[in-house]
């Protein structure tokens, strides 16, 4: 009871979804792109955003580790003065 007409047309079905969600796939990747485009105002290699996030990551930990450092020596102090 197979019919030939109804297998053609489900696979044609089938690659219509996939190629619209393929279409959906693309077009969000390249909205994506535009979008950090925007954001950093010019476009930049994969590698020199890494690098950028990488200097501000190493920013971000050097401000807590002074921070941290000054807490310590406020604890220190206030210890010292107990003492």
């Known amino acids: 009871m197979n019919n030939p ?8 079905e089938g690659e219509r979804k996939s190629g619209i969600i393929t279409a959906f796939s693309q077009l969000n990747d390249f909205t994506q792109h535009l979008s950090s485009v925007w954001r950093e105002g010019t476009v930049l290699s994969k590698e020199e955003r890494a690098a ?18 000054e807490e310590c020596k406020a604890w220190d102090c ?3 003065e107990r003492l």
Do not use: T
């Open 52 to 69: 950028e996030d990488l200097k501000s990551l190493q920013e971000q930990v050097e401000e807590v580790e002074k921070r941290q450092e």
């Open 78 to 80: 206030m210890y010292q």
């Open 5 to 12: 007409a109804v297998s053609v047309w489900r696979k044609r």
